[in-house]
T-cell receptor
Framework: DAGVIQSPRHEVTEMGQEVTLRCKPISGHDYLFWYRQTMMRGLELLIYFNNNVPIDDSGMPEDRFSAKMPNASFSTLKIQPSEPRDSAVYFC???????????FGQGTRLTVV | AQSVTQLDSQVPVFEEAPVELRCNYSSSVSVYLFWYVQYPNQGLQLLLKYLSGSTLVESINGFEAEFNKSQTSFHLRKPSVHISDTAEYFCAVITISGSARQLTFGSGTQLTVLP
């Protein structure tokens, strides 16, 4: 398996624009996590899904953030409208229902100017 | 609620010296414990994990960690570090309740190995 795949790797956008981050989890994994990493706050869990259903979205910072998982092989994290303080590295991770290890993607480095 | 505390944000150490990165957790239920490593501009990779059984777990590159339930700790150690061990290290905890699964990370420790 190719591992967790995130796209794009880098995104630079202007304030106010919509941004969509994409993630393809490892096949057969039932859990999908979205994290945000910044120098100030470290790694923050934004939301996670189990069998495509959002379980806990308490980490989503504002209504500007939304996440979907339309099927087992694809998830998106959308920010609309984007703001400079959203600049961070966003990671997607997946794990099996019986396993406990989370596998991480390479991350998307988002810069909002 | 669970939490993970990594007391040291920066640990500089000379090559071939021993190192210990500290991790303490709090949880009201049983936990699984992990150490992840992040090299520059990369995602997190699992270094080692404790699920059950022996409280001392080892990685393939010489790191080890010991689960201490009474002290709620899972410190990471290596007897002799290399330049290539320079990275950020994250301690993480999973609590499982039914189908819910909460993976919580500490704030990270930047290990810098000096020549």
């Amino acid at each position: 398996d190719a591992g967790v795949i995130q796209s794009p790797r880098h995104e630079v956008t202007e304030m106010g624009q919509e941004v969509t981050l994409r993630c393809k989890p490892i096949s057969g994994h039932d859990y999908l996590f979205w994290y945000r990493q910044t120098m100030m706050r470290g790694l923050e869990l934004l939301i996670y899904f189990n069998n495509n259903v959002p379980i806990d979205d308490s980490g989503m910072p504002e209504d500007r953030f939304s996440a979907k998982m339309p099927n087992a092989s694809f998830s998106t994290l959308k920010i609309q409208p984007s703001e400079p303080r959203d600049s961070a590295v966003y990671f997607c991770a997946s794990s099996q229902i019986r396993g406990t290890e989370a596998f991480f993607g390479q991350g998307t480095r988002l810069t909002v100017v | 609620a669970q939490s993970v505390t990594q007391l040291d944000s920066q640990v500089p150490v000379f090559e071939e010296a021993p190192v210990e990165l500290r991790c303490n957790y709090s949880s009201s239920v049983s936990v699984y414990l992990f150490w992840y490593v992040q090299y520059p501009n990369q995602g997190l990779q699992l270094l080692l994990k404790y699920l059950s059984g022996s409280t001392l777990v080892e990685s393939i590159n010489g790191f080890e960690a010991e689960f201490n339930k009474s002290q709620t700790s899972f410190h990471l150690r290596k007897p002799s570090v290399h330049i290539s061990d320079t990275a950020e290290y994250f301690c993480a905890v999973i609590t499982i309740s039914g189908s819910a699964r909460q993976l919580t990370f500490g704030s990270g420790t930047q290990l810098t190995v000096l020549p």
